[in-house]
């Protein structure tokens, strides 16, 4: 075997070598359970189901406690490697953007009166601020509310931005999703102040858009 020959195998076999190592350019959050996934920047860090329920288990809430044990699934990726389960769960702006999904039964009330309104509302009372019935905050921006079907559920993804207790501008994306058989709810949020959400904006609609549902395998 010639010299120019060998080489030329040398550089191959470096080539495939590095190919074989480079690093993944997207975290996927994914439960093959429920058939659901998003992705997140490989960059992002990831808050785990675990970190989550030991949170979700301090609340004294009956109803707090109900949802979680039904919940099926659930993930969180976050920009700041500082951010914490509590963080995800607080209702208060982040300053750094924040994704986080979750996968649920209903309960026998939610199955019977799931709709679209009670999908917006599964963490602010959107319908409510909108509609009037609850004093909303003054600055309440509706700044999408669509339509989103995929194979295994439908729903709505609604986004807004307003000024929560912590006196802070933030921009909220919800995409809440209902099961074809109407009894499971699949979730994603991605949020952070609005300067923030401006910021990442193109990396915040590539995890939005990125949120799938396949269904039970």
């Known amino acids: ?29 994914t439960s093959k359970e429920t058939g659901t996934y998003f992705t997140a ?5 990831k808050i785990s189901q675990k970190e989550l329920t030991k949170v979700e288990r301090a609340s004294t809430s009956e109803s707090a406690q109900e949802k979680l044990s039904l919940t099926r699934w659930e993930e969180a ?30 309960n026998g009330t939610e199955i019977n009166t799931a709709s679209y309104n009670f999908l917006r509302d599964l963490v602010f009372p959107i319908t409510s601020w909108v509609e009037g019935s609850i004093t909303a905050p003054s600055d309440l921006t509706i700044l999408d509310d669509a339509e989103v079907t995929q194979k ?9 931005s307003f000024t929560g207790k912590d006196g802070v501008l933030q921009t909220f994306d919800q995409t ?25 904006q193109t990396a915040l609609s590539s995890i939005i858009q990125s949120f799938t549902v396949r269904g039970d395998a």
């Open 1 to 29: 075997m010639g010299r120019k020959v060998r080489t030329t195998l040398a550089l191959l076999f470096s080539t495939l070598a590095l190919t074989g190592c480079v690093t993944p350019s997207q975290n996927y959050a």
């Open 41 to 45: 920047p490989a960059s992002w860090s």
């Open 77 to 106: 990726y976050a920009l700041s490697e500082t951010t914490t389960a509590a963080d995800v769960l607080s209702a208060k702006a982040p300053t750094e953007p924040i994704a986080y999904a979750r996968v649920r039964y209903l």
């Open 152 to 160: 295994a559920a439908q729903g709505v993804r609604t986004e807004i």
């Open 176 to 200: 809440a999703l209902l099961s074809t058989d109407r009894r499971t709810i699949y979730v994603l949020i991605v949020r952070c102040s609005s300067t923030c959400f401006e910021k990442h």
